[in-house]
């Protein structure tokens, strides 16, 4: 059993842990009475905040990219990832003079994408 009495103006570890966990559920809390979270939550599934497009389904395959699950704003279009265009590029032959190639971003064959 601890003595109080020898601990008197003294902030123990637990005592700061405890009170780093309390203000943190409190912050929680008003996120989640202020409608905050939501916002939050939503923008971790957009498709947009992950490097990806909206298109639809035959144009992401047009485009070389794969399909994802995240968010897009219209029901018919899908979550289009790895694409020229969503790494801000453009395909272009394969053959054609491109100074700035971007490597991790899919092209139709026989293009390359350049930035």
């Known amino acids: 059993m601890r003595n109080f009495k020898s601990m ?6 637990e005592m700061i842990v405890l009170a780093a966990l ?3 559920f409190l912050i929680v809390v008003v996120m989640i009475m202020t409608g905050k979270i939501g916002n939050f939550s939503k923008s971790l599934g957009d498709c947009e905040n992950k490097g990806g ?3 639809s389904a035959s144009e ?3 485009e070389g990219g794969t399909e994802s699950s ?4 219209e029901s018919t279009d899908v979550c289009c990832l790895n ?13 054609s003079d491109c100074q700035n190639k971007i490597y ?10 350049c930035g």
């Open 22 to 24: 309390a203000l943190i």
């Open 83 to 95: 694409t020229c265009q969503g790494k801000g590029g453009t395909c272009k032959d394969e053959n």
């Open 8 to 13: 008197k103006g003294e902030l123990s570890v």
């Open 104 to 113: 991790v971003a899919s092209c139709p064959t026989g293009q390359i994408c």
């Open 53 to 55: 497009i909206c298109v």
């Open 60 to 62: 992401c395959t047009q």
């Open 70 to 73: 995240f968010n897009c704003e």
